[in-house]
């Protein structure tokens, strides 16, 4: 089973500064990881797919890189709705098993 | 859109069906997912079934002999039977989407809570 490592845990930033998350894969999973956004209360949101593709309707200010092993995900210039927890996700292709990381808190 | 339906509480040992009513979109031409997380945790896969290959679906090892995810393609729904209820499985229930061929979900429904309690 692929294990995904999401760091750090918890992340304290100021509206306006970057964001930078990281989710690491036990091995390789090319660029076949997602991000999502879940803010208090609601279901998570797709943000990027395939590593480094916004999903419909997501800010520029969003942006994923990576491949292999290690996936980063970017927030340029925080605006209040983006203190949230995202988590990284990957599904193997045969098992087809879904993981998610362990969520990334962004906070004020 | 996704609309799930059917959470409870349950007494442990228990049965439960949840039900994710689709529109938008047929869940025979996508993969459907259960996602579960429990109060104050992180998010956990419990279920995928595929299109395009017979009605295929696969379980987390966690839910595994308990849990059938299942569809009905002439309601667009979604299903989920838990069977052998279990404290641990008392969380907030998701069904999404993800497109034919993807690896993502790309729509989610606002969550159904489970409670497993005597």
């Known amino acids: 089973e692929i294990v995904l490592t999401q760091s750090p845990a918890t992340l304290s930033l100021s509206p306006g500064e970057r964001a930078t998350l990281s989710c690491r894969a036990s091995?390789?999973?090319?660029?076949?990881l997602a991000w999502y956004q879940q803010r208090g209360g609601q279901a998570p949101r797709l943000l990027i797919y395939?590593?480094?593709n916004r999903a419909s309707g997501i800010p520029a200010r969003f942006s994923g890189s990576g491949s292999g092993t290690d996936f980063t995900l970017t927030i340029n210039g925080l605006e209040p709705e983006d203190f949230a927890v995202y988590y990284c996700?990957?599904?193997?292709?045969?098992?087809?098993?879904?993981?998610f990381g362990g969520g990334t808190k962004v906070e004020i | 859109q996704l609309v799930e339906s059917g959470g409870g509480l349950v007494q442990p040992g228990g049965s439960l069906t949840l039900s994710c009513a689709a529109s938008?979109?047929?869940?025979?031409?996508?993969?459907m997912t259960w996602v579960r997380q429990a109060p104050g945790k992180g998010l956990e896969w419990v279920s995928t079934?595929?299109?395009?290959?017979?009605?295929?679906?696969y379980h987390a090892d966690s839910v595994k002999g308990r849990f059938k995810s299942s569809r009905d393609n002439s309601k667009n729904t979604l299903y989920l039977q838990m069977n052998s209820l279990r404290g641990e499985d008392t969380a907030v229930y998701f069904c999404?989407?993800?497109?034919?061929?993807?690896?993502?979900?790309?729509?989610w429904g606002q969550g159904t809570r489970v409670t497993v309690s005597s």
């Open positions: 079934i595929y299109s395009g290959h017979g009605n295929d679906a």
């Open positions: 938008g979109f047929t869940v025979s031409n996508s993969y």
């Open positions: 999404a989407r993800g497109p034919y061929g993807s690896r993502m979900l790309d729509h």
């Open positions: 395939d590593a480094s």
């Open positions: 996700q990957q599904r193997t292709n045969w098992p087809p098993v879904l993981t």
């Open positions: 091995q390789s999973i090319s660029t076949y």
